[in-house]
C-alpha cells in the first residue's frame, strides 16, 4: 500500500511538473501570436548578404555572455553593464542561428526571473530587495539594448517592458500583504523608473512599435495591409503592457493615433 501511494505521488508530482512547462511555453506563444510577421523580402536579401561569424569570434561573444549571466546570479549589476561594452560590432550583425545560440543564455535567465519569481523574497528586507531588484533592471536592459542594437529579428523585445513591471507590481503586492512597508518604498522606487523608461525615447515597447511601423510601410506598398491595419499592429505593441499590467504609454496615442477607415482600406 504504501509502495502504491509512493508512485501515485511521484506520478502526481511528474504531471504537475510537465504541465508547468507546458504552460510557460503556452504563455510565450500566446505573447508571440500577437507580433507582426517580419519583413520576409528584406530580411532574404539581408541574409544573402549575411557573413557567419568564425569560431574564434562565437567563442569570444559566448565568453562575455557566460560573464555576463555569472555577473547577474552574483547580483552585480554594474558587471552587467559593463561587460556587454565588450561585445565588439560584429557581435550585432549575428542572424538566425548564430544569434540564438550566443543570446540563449542571458534570454533563458531573463524568462526564468520573471516567472520562477523568488519564494523567499518576502524574507528580504529593504537592502536585499533593492539589490535583486538592481540586478533585475539590468539584466532586462541588457537584453533590451542587445535587441535593440542587434540587426537579427527579435520579437521578444514588445514582451520586456510589460514583465519587468509586472514582476515589481507582483513584489509590490507581496510586500503589502506580509505588511513590509520600507520594501513596499524600495519597490515603488522601482516601478517609477521604469514607468519612466517605458515612456522614454528609448523604451522597448516603443522601439518595437517603430519597428513594426518601418516594416509595414512594406507591406502597405505591396498592397498586402492597409495603413489601418499597419496602425492597428502598431498600437498592438502595448497589449502586454495593457493586460498584464494595466498601463498605456502616454506616446501611444501621440505617436500612434488611431486612423478612420477609407475607402481604400475597404
Not at 492597428?232 to 505593441?237: K, T
Amino acid at each position: 500500500f504504501v509502495w502504491l501511494v509512493a508512485v501515485i505521488a511521484i506520478g502526481i508530482c511528474s504531471f504537475i511538473v510537465v504541465r508547468e512547462k507546458e504552460s510557460v511555453q503556452r504563455d510565450r506563444d500566446v505573447d508571440r501570436s500577437c507580433l507582426m510577421m517580419p519583413d520576409k523580402v528584406a530580411i532574404g536579401t539581408d541574409r544573402q548578404r549575411y557573413v557567419p561569424p568564425t569560431e574564434a569570434e562565437m567563442r569570444e561573444y559566448e565568453h562575455i555572455v557566460e560573464e555576463i549571466v555569472a555577473a547577474y546570479s552574483n547580483r552585480q549589476a554594474n558587471l552587467m553593464l559593463e561587460c556587454v561594452n565588450h561585445f565588439p560590432p560584429s557581435f550585432y550583425r549575428l542572424r538566425g542561428r548564430d544569434y540564438s545560440k550566443v543570446i540563449r543564455p542571458i534570454d533563458s535567465v531573463w524568462f526564468e526571473s520573471w516567472h520562477e519569481q523568488d519564494p523567499e523574497v518576502t524574507s528580504l528586507d529593504s537592502n536585499g530587495v533593492d539589490e535583486l531588484l538592481h540586478a533585475n533592471l539590468a539584466l532586462t536592459k541588457v537584453l533590451g539594448g542587445i535587441m535593440v542594437k542587434s540587426k537579427a529579428s527579435d520579437d521578444d523585445l514588445c514582451l520586456l517592458d510589460p514583465r519587468f513591471l509586472e514582476l515589481l507590481q507582483s513584489y509590490r503586492d507581496r510586500f503589502r500583504k506580509a505588511g513590509k512597508t520600507e520594501c513596499v518604498e524600495v519597490v515603488e522606487r522601482y516601478i517609477a523608473e521604469w514607468i519612466e523608461h517605458i515612456e522614454s525615447e528609448n523604451g522597448f515597447t516603443r522601439a518595437y512599435a517603430r519597428k513594426t511601423a518601418k516594416i509595414g510601410q512594406h507591406w502597405i506598398r505591396l498592397g498586402e495591409f492597409t495603413p489601418k491595419d499597419i496602425r492597428n499592429q502598431e498600437r498592438g505593441s502595448v497589449h502586454e503592457l495593457q493586460k498584464r499590467c494595466g498601463y498605456t504609454p502616454k506616446w501611444l496615442d501621440e505617436e500612434f493615433p488611431l486612423l478612420e477607415e477609407t475607402s481604400t482600406d475597404k
